[in-house]
T-cell receptor, first 113, second 115 residues
Framework: KQEVTQIPAALSVPEGENLVLNCSFT??????LQWFRQDPGKGLTSLLL?????REQTSGRLNASLDKSSGRSTLYIAASQPGDSATYLC????????????FGKGTTLSVSS | SAVISQKPSRDICQRGTSLTIQCQVD?????MFWYRQQPGQSLTLIAT?????????ESGFVIDKFPISRPNLTFSTLTVSNMSPEDSSIYLC????????????FGPGTRLTVL
């Protein structure tokens, strides 16, 4: 059974710092991996999607990497801002057949000004 | 990408009553997914809804408690029946869309509080 773990559970940093959020999964046979952002009491916003054949994806100040063989992904946030404060969720998809995502518990990030 | 709307956005309900949550997508999709997010927890899949067939429920979720309708390719409803305080959660619907249909998008969620 696939399990997704995110470390740390919470993180507080001052504005301007670069930071890394970690995600690990127990079954390396994934189709893709997605990173989401969730603001308090809100739905999920998709940040980055990495297919199993890819090593990384970038969007603005965000960079996500994937090492499928070791079951790990990282989300790198450069020059953090208070507006980055949110919960970041990592989720994996098992195969192409439209299966649902399996989520980690998330990392709650707080960036202070 | 897909644009998903949900109604209601939030509700406060009494124990023993039922609430139906609506999910509308701006494009036709084969599969729609319903998730639950309990307070302080991550998302758990309730069921997968395909148009024209019975929904497929995950372990721990049953049709009598969470009946789902999928009348067409852009719409679905989830009913939370005979509610108890333990049902207080955010309920989210989602679909695959985007490039090659690989990316999952979520609605804004329905925040349910059961007293």
């Amino acid at each position: 059974k696939q399990e997704v773990t995110q470390i740390p559970a919470a993180l507080s940093v001052p504005e301007g710092e670069n930071l890394v959020l970690n995600c690990s999964f127990t079954d390396s046979a994934i189709y893709n991996l997605q990173w989401f952002r969730q603001d308090p009491g809100k739905g999920l916003t998709s940040l980055l999607l990495i297919q199993s054949s890819q090593r990384e994806q970038t969007s603005g100040r965000l960079n996500a990497s994937l090492d499928k063989s070791s079951g790990r992904s990282t989300l790198y946030i450069a020059a953090s801002q208070p507006g980055d404060s949110a919960t970041y969720l990592c989720a994996v998809r098992r195969n192409q057949a439209g299966t649902a995502l399996i989520f980690g518990k998330g990392t709650t990030l707080s960036v202070s000004s | 990408s897909a644009v998903i709307s949900q109604k209601p956005s939030r509700d406060i309900c009494q124990r023993g009553t039922s609430l139906t949550i609506q999910c509308q997508v701006d494009s036709q999709v084969t599969m729609m997914f319903w998730y639950r997010q309990q307070p302080g927890q991550s998302l758990t899949l309730i069921a997968t809804a395909n148009q024209g067939s019975e929904a497929t429920y995950e372990s721990g979720f049953v049709i009598d408690k969470f009946p789902i309708s999928r009348p067409n390719l852009t719409f679905s409803t989830l009913t939370v029946s005979n509610m108890s305080p333990e049902d207080s959660s955010i309920y989210l619907c989602s679909v695959y869309s985007g490039r090659a249909g690989n990316e999952q998008f979520f609605g804004p969620g329905t925040r349910l509080t059961v007293l």
